[in-house]
């Protein structure tokens, strides 16, 4: 069988196109070398299938006679293309096309980041964040899909989701921690029809139904959507919150693919509205593309630097863990949905913040990122991702350590809150608001996702296929602090979401506003030194 | 030999390699890829080929003699490998070979491999035979 996978050198497709050549037949290995030589491209070739499976993630398989067992255990590998032997040179030529269009894909993302972003400055009037917030639209990759979500990367991805680079909290603690307060009170039981009727809610929803279409995993959820019920009122916050764990795999070159889809969570209402509750962040998840690797070498991601505000990030790859949350604790938590995306470079357990410690954090190990605090040392290997610490209602975990300053964990309650409407505490949402607004400030987009309808949703889909998601897409509802970070591959959730709550994650892709998208290769490709291009959707957009 | 019969005889020769059945398209787009930096390229290739085909053919042999019971599936995967490897320079004859005993295999057919492969080996010999001769004009 074998073997290409192709990462773009440069920007001038198709000319100097990385191909690697992988077969156990020399005879192969030759002609396949002669002939993409001819086409320009760089060839490397390899004869020994491990080696080069260690390197790479995705690639373009060939076989003899296309038996379709054959075919499709290399397309849920992560093939792109599948070419018969005897190949031609005409097919050979356009391979590039695949790299190209996962290029175009991550631009196109990245520039609906950066529009995002724009819009959030420029609401930042009265800015209680100083700096430290990172919240950029920028890092908001679209994470696709990927069809294929190899078990290995799962069991790699889903223990170390620390997400290297967290964003310099935004919420000071203080604000968090009224903002708890008011979520605790507001209850469980808030309605969430409210959230519904808000028009950025539905447009998450619509974003994720979006997603999730485009989703091959089983588990859509990811999104933490829950918080439809609960995030009705105060809560308003992230809708869902997709917890992308991201492995790095890239190991020559930056960013493999880690298919995970960011979710991306609507701000219901960026502006702070006048008491109500407001708004959500988006969070734009910047998805490690799985290409990325096709990029080539990125020892980091530029993106992820720049959607850290004032944090570096150094992790090519981002890796965006998917907490699974936890059914039961969405119906606890009303912000359930709060999504962190973190960078999982090791990843520090997410510890729910002992508010949460009545979620029942479900088995699934992915969730653990749900209490990754430490943003920053994710980053390393894996795209930082710009964090948003989410103050969980419940309590806000000060060991965001990575935050340099405050680390105010604005609960994704808070965040939520936008256009719902927290009327069950007013004074709550107060806060809330005003911690959203800082968030906003912060130009996180975090739009949380009032809708409390599409993230219950989510939060069901996540929850069951969660404990069987094999792909990467988790999320994880931190119950505690959670972290967005924008533009971060990984996004957590908290786990506590109810699962009763997702009933199925529209996790779109990419939203116009750039919500995070949810992640669902949760363990993308560990040290894939080539994404290659694979048909899966998702690439981590390493700009 | 003057150059233009040369030349002469060496397109009929491949013509007629083509027209029996030998080669098939593949053969053209190895042709295609010579060039001035590897004017051999074809014969390399097929040189190529026929060293390490010797190995396969031998993995084959050593797999349908083994008694009591003979791995079919084993042998499904020499012939397949042997079969890209025949396809990769165009060797149509023997690629069909390579099916046909596929077939027999999945069938748990032992004597219609024992016969499919000694055709493969006889076709797979006469294919050399010819390029040979070709590749010195």
Redesign the interface.
């Known amino acids: 069988m074998e073997n290409g996978f192709s990462s773009p050198r440069n920007d001038s497709f198709p000319a100097g196109l990385r191909v690697l050549v992988v077969d156990d037949d020399p005879t192969w290995l030759k002609i396949l070398e002669k002939m993409l030589k001819k086409c320009s491209y760089e060839v490397t070739t390899c004869g020994l299938a491990r080696d080069a499976l260690n390197l790479l993630r995705e690639r373009k398989v060939m076989s003899v006679d296309g038996e379709t067992s054959r075919v499709m255990k290399g397309v849920q590998h992560g093939a792109c293309d599948y070419l018969l032997k005897p190949i031609r040179m005409k097919e050979l030529r356009n391979i590039w096309q695949h790299v190209f269009r996962k290029k175009i894909h991550e631009v196109r993302d990245i520039e609906i980041l950066e529009g995002i972003e724009s819009f959030q400055m420029t609401r930042n009037g009265s800015d209680q964040y100083e700096d430290g917030h990172f919240l950029c639209g920028e890092d908001l990759t679209s994470i696709k899909k990927r069809k294929d979500i190899e078990s290995k990367h799962d069991e790699k991805d889903i223990g170390d989701n620390t997400s290297t680079k967290k964003a310099r909290v935004v919420w000071s603690v203080e604000l968090h921690q009224k903002f708890v307060k008011a979520v605790n009170q507001i209850g469980f039981d808030i309605p969430y029809s409210s959230l519904k009727r808000l028009s950025s809610m539905q447009k998450y929803r619509l974003y994720l139904s979006r997603l999730q279409k485009g989703n091959d995993f089983n588990n859509p959820v990811g999104m933490i959507k829950q918080s439809d019920s609960p995030l009705s009122d105060s809560v308003g916050s992230f809708g869902s919150q997709n917890s992308i764990n991201l492995q790095p795999t890239d190991v020559s070159n930056g960013c493999y693919g880690f298919s995970g889809s960011s979710l991306v969570l609507h701000n219901v209402d960026p502006r702070s509205h006048d008491g109500d509750k407001k708004i959500l962040v988006t969070t734009p998840v910047a998805e490690p593309k799985r290409g990325l690797t096709v990029d080539a070498p990125n020892p980091r991601k530029p993106r992820i630097s720049q959607m850290e505000c004032g944090h570096p990030l150094a992790p090519p790859r981002s890796e965006v863990n998917f907490a699974t949350f936890d059914s039961s604790l969405t119906t606890k938590y009303p912000w359930c949905g709060i999504p962190e995306i973190r960078l999982k470079q090791e990843h520090n357990p997410l510890h729910f913040n002992d508010g949460f410690s009545h979620l029942p954090m479900p088995g699934q190990k992915q969730l653990t990122r749900a209490d990754y605090r430490q943003p920053a040392p994710a980053i390393s290997s894996a795209p930082s991702l710009t964090e948003r610490e989410i103050g969980c209602p419940v309590k806000i975990k000060p060991s965001r350590n990575d935050y340099g300053s405050n680390a105010s964990h604005v609960s994704s309650t808070a965040s939520a809150v936008d256009s719902i409407p927290l009327q069950t505490k007013t004074n709550s949402t107060n806060h809330q608001v005003s911690s959203t607004s800082s968030m906003e400030n912060q130009g996180l987009n975090m739009n949380c996702l009032t809708d409390v309808e599409s993230s219950r949703k989510n939060i069901n889909l996540g929850m069951p296929p969660l404990a069987t998601l094999d792909e990467g897409l988790q999320v994880c509802f931190v119950p505690g602090d959670y972290y967005m970070n924008l533009g971060l591959q990984n996004i957590e959730f908290p786990e506590y979401f109810d699962p009763s709550l997702l009933t199925d994650v529209p996790i779109h892709l990419n939203d116009g506003l750039s919500c995070c998208k949810l992640k669902s290769d949760l363990r993308t490709s560990h040290s894939d030194a080539l994404t290659g291009m694979a048909l899966c959707p998702f690439y981590a957009h390493s700009a | 030999m003057d150059r233009k019969q040369l030349q002469h005889q060496l397109a009929y020769m491949r013509k007629s390699l083509f027209d029996q059945g030998y080669l098939d398209d ?1 053969f053209n ?2 042709e ?2 010579q060039d001035e930096a ?1 004017p051999n ?1 074809v014969e ?2 097929v040189t ?2 026929y060293s ?1 085909s010797a190995r396969f053919i031998q993995n084959i042999e050593q797999a349908m003699i083994k008694k009591p019971n003979i791995d079919f599936g084993k042998l499904d995967d020499y012939m ?2 042997f ?3 025949s ?4 060797a149509k004859k023997v690629k069909k070979e390579c099916s046909q005993f596929r077939e027999c295999c999945s069938a748990g057919n032992i004597e219609g491999c024992i016969k499919t492969f000694q055709q493969l080996k006889q076709e797979h010999a006469t294919l050399r035979r010819k390029l040979e001769t070709y590749f010195q004009v």
Request: negative net charge; without cysteine; glycine residues 10%.
């Open positions: 593949q787009q190895l295609d890829l590897n390229f390399e290739v190529l080929f390490d397949h490998q079969k890209g490897s396809s990769s320079f165009g």
